[in-house]
């Protein structure tokens, strides 16, 4: 008779089985090609429909003067204007109606399709005053050179006491989309634990399983087995994103960029180890694939909360709110990554907030293991979480030893 695994032994075990069956399933691979797919269209998107920061305007016909004006209000406000000309009036129509166009700049308006950007209507309104005051000193008899100079007035210096870091949005931004994936990772990979369980102790497999190995072992085996796979995947999309955003010029991929997806990546294990732990001891109160949902449907809703939360983070993140967010299990699993990426959270903040999640995971682990334990092996109804705790007390390690008992 062969010696009995050791819980090390035994939890590697299961890991690599759950590693290697979901390898093969083929709803991995297509989450994985779709995931890549829609990822690839949200950093195409802007470069296709958006506003990739330049202005195109032209200028009819007569105001020539207004073009060099134009230019130097480019550079003072720190724009890209790209100025295009047209045969006739007309046609410059025709391509502000199709969007060719952002401004046309006539005598006496500018014809917009909607409405004018309010850092190009700055720039064109100034180049405007500039171009008609000089013809109007002009038109006086004064000396321009000698007008120009008395204009002339230096900017005043902005002196920073505590300058924002000018790559934070990029990060932020970043860390925002990676936040999004990391939603679907982190609630598709439980959910994964949460079928496998009910599959497992529907088919009575369970039983079987449990005759060679403790509860512990295959419960800290299948979530460690499914979350490596996760990672994996998330690695893989992580990857994919900086290479295309690289490769599209929408990111500059640099060492700075790399702080978000370490944030991000971080989060997931966070975020995983402590839903999966709820899912787990959720889908072993029940017996059949039709009861799941109601009883994994709190630890959905949290998810669900926390995603929209991020939302409100992206746009908000030094609020009060967002503070509290990004500190308070679980919604720090899916806000964290925002604040700490822009570094809008200090570091006393991100210690708490690692700090609690981590406390969160130790108990949910241990009491998530223990009402596993009381509630794997017995079929029938919901059982609920009192008999489930009580249960894990008086219950035998193995299927074996049960039956031994009896």
Not at 52 to 74: C, F, M, P, R, W
Not at 206 to 233: D, R
């Amino acid at each position: 008779m062969s010696a009995a695994l050791t819980f090390r032994e035994a939890t590697r075990t299961v890991a690599r089985r759950e590693l290697s069956e979901r390898l093969r399933d083929r709803s991995f691979w297509f989450s994985t090609v779709i995931t890549l797919v829609i990822l690839g269209a949200v950093l195409f998107m802007p470069k296709l429909f958006g506003n990739d920061g330049t202005h195109k305007v032209a200028i009819a016909d007569g105001i020539y003067k207004l073009s060099a004006a134009v230019n130097a209000q480019e550079q003072l406000l720190g724009i890209t204007v790209e100025q295009h000309q047209y045969s006739s009036e007309a046609r410059a129509k025709v391509a502000v109606e199709d969007g060719d166009l952002d401004a046309y700049i006539m005598k006496d308006k500018i014809l917009v399709k909607e409405d004018l950007d309010d850092t190009l209507a700055a720039a064109l309104q100034a180049a405007h005053r500039d171009v008609t005051a000089t013809a109007q000193l002009r038109a006086k008899g004064l000396d321009l050179d000698e007008a120009r100079a008395v204009q002339s007035v230096p900017p005043l210096a902005v002196d920073a006491l505590d300058p924002p870091d000018p790559k934070a949005e990029q990060r932020g931004q970043v860390a925002f989309i990676g936040s999004i994936v990391l939603y679907g990772q982190i609630i598709g990979y439980c959910m994964w634990v949460a079928f496998g369980i009910v599959e497992e102790k529907a088919s009575r497999v369970v039983e079987l399983i449990l005759s060679a190995i403790n509860t512990k072992a295959l419960l800290a085996g299948k979530i460690l087995g499914i979350g490596l796979l996760g990672f994996l995947q998330l690695t893989l999309i992580a990857a994919f994103g900086l290479l295309l955003g690289n490769a599209t010029g929408m990111l500059e991929v640099t060492p700075d960029l790399l702080v978000p997806v370490g944030f991000v990546l971080l989060w997931f294990v966070l975020g995983y180890a402590f839903y999966s732990a709820v899912f787990a001891a959720s889908a072993a109160r029940v017996s059949r694939q039709e009861e799941l949902q109601n009883v994994i449907g709190p630890a959905n809703m949290l998810i669900m909360v926390s995603f929209f939360a991020t939302f409100y983070v992206n746009f908000n993140p030094d609020g009060l709110a967002s503070r509290l967010l990004g500190v308070i299990p679980p919604f720090s699993a899916l806000c964290a990554p925002v604040r700490m990426s822009r570094g809008s959270a200090p570091w006393w903040e991100t210690g708490l907030a690692l700090g609690l999640m981590l406390a969160a995971i130790a108990f949910l682990v241990v009491a998530g293991a223990r009402i596993y334990e009381g509630a794997i092996l017995r079929m029938g109804a919901k059982i609920s979480l009192k008999d489930a705790w009580l249960g894990a007390r008086r219950r035998p390690e193995t299927a074996e030893e049960a039956l031994s008992a009896g």
